[in-house]
């Protein structure tokens, strides 16, 4: 099982950019897709963005696609959420997640895809 620890989340003004990482434990980081996801008070968590073991495929919820990037760092053992263009929309606790490479088809942006999550870190976006 690897763990996922989030970080750099804050309190930043709209239209600013912050960025967060999610550091994993193991050695075997490379072998595990990677996912962002957020939740809102009062809100079901949602899908934010993914990225392949490689790091050569992204995909984005279309609420942050142009202005989010997702990157991996396997060397770090850590994926990274860029966030530009920030609204006060994009407030919430952000997590990351895990998924080990399984060889069947991957349903990136499904809660129940990943068996591992880190604790959240949070981001508010203030008008």
């Known amino acids: 099982q690897v763990q996922l620890v989030e970080s750099g989340g804050g309190l930043v003004q709209a239209g600013g950019s912050l960025r967060v990482s999610c550091a994993a434990s193991?050695?075997?980081?490379?072998?595990?897709?990677m996912g962002w996801f957020r939740q809102a008070p009062g809100k079901e968590r949602e899908f934010v963005a993914a990225?392949?073991?490689?790091?050569?495929?992204?995909y984005y919820a279309d609420s942050v696609k142009g202005r989010f990037t997702i990157s991996r760092d396997n060397a770090k053992n850590t994926v990274y959420l860029q966030m530009n263009s920030l609204k006060p929309e994009d407030t919430a606790v952000y997590f990351c997640?895990?998924?080990?490479?399984?060889?069947?088809?991957?349903?990136?942006?499904?809660?129940?895809?990943?068996?591992?999550w880190g604790q959240g870190t949070q981001v508010t976006v203030s008008s």
């Open positions: 997640a895990a998924r080990l490479y399984s060889g069947s088809y991957w349903r990136f942006f499904a809660i129940d895809e990943y068996h591992s």
């Open positions: 193991g050695r075997t980081f490379s072998n595990y897709y």
């Open positions: 990225i392949s073991r490689s790091g050569a495929s992204t």
